[in-house]
């Protein structure tokens, strides 16, 4: 099944300690992007990737890293995590093949930071 | 710069009525511009899109949107809304490259 997947789907943890939110996908899909969901304010886009060792900065690339090793992974790092990183954060590709291609998410990352 | 506004924060309808559920954009250049929808506890599903073509796209789940280049808008709509169709519905515009900005958000009600 051509899926997006992210792990772990809910995490709790404090501020200051270093995490990493996976992101696979199986559709051998070369660009792929990281988003964050928080009320009334939409999706925001954090970091984008175009492909191996291709990223760039989205909107609200503040406290974040990423990096894109291999085609299929795109893991997003939040080196010393702060409360407003509290967040819904969603992983989605695309193919490039057209500029205008549709996303595939990935059912979503519930974080808490205290 | 990019930007979506979705004017509605939320949209009540009764089933069986049409949906509209509006969206306006910026963006310089040609607009790439998407619907998705997003079920409680759920990723983002996607509805349909417009890159070129007729202004009328048809997409999944009897939905639709009509791209209006003068009035720089991409409303969504459904000739008869179903309880079902009750959920949260993002608009986005990309403008060719590689970002892409996304509305806030219209929360749609379908009441029995």
């Known amino acids: 099944e051509a899926q997006v997947t992210q792990n772990p789907r809910y995490l709790i943890t404090v501020t200051g300690k270093k995490l990493t939110v996976t992101c696979s996908q199986n559709m051998n899909h070369e660009y792929m992007s990281w988003y964050r969901q928080d009320p009334g304010l939409g999706l925001r886009q954090i970091y984008y990737?175009?492909?191996?060792?291709?990223?760039d900065k989205g909107d609200v690339p503040e406290g974040y890293k990423v990096s894109r090793k291999e085609k299929r992974n795109f893991p997003l790092i939040l080196e010393s995590p702060s409360p407003n990183q509290t967040s819904l954060y969603f992983c989605a590709s695309s193919p490039m093949g057209l500029a205008g291609g549709r996303q595939y998410f990935g059912p979503g990352t519930r974080l808490t930071v205290t | 710069a990019q930007s979506v506004a979705q004017p509605e924060d939320q949209v009540n309808v009764a089933e069986g009525n049409p949906l509209t559920v509006k969206c306006t954009y910026s963006?310089?250049?040609?607009?790439?511009l998407f619907w998705y929808v997003q079920y409680p506890n759920r990723g983002l599903q996607f509805l349909l899109k417009?890159?070129?073509?007729?202004?009328l796209v048809k997409g999944s789940y009897g939905f639709e949107a009509e791209f209006n280049k003068s009035q720089t808008s991409f409303h969504l709509k459904k000739p008869s809304a179903l309880v079902s169709d009750s959920a949260l519905y993002f608009c986005a515009v990309r403008d060719g490259g590689f970002k892409t900005i996304f509305g806030a958000g219209t929360r749609l009600f379908v009441k029995a």
């Open positions: 417009y890159i070129t073509g007729d202004n």
């Open positions: 963006v310089s250049g040609n607009p790439y």
């Open positions: 990737s175009m492909n191996v060792e291709v990223t």
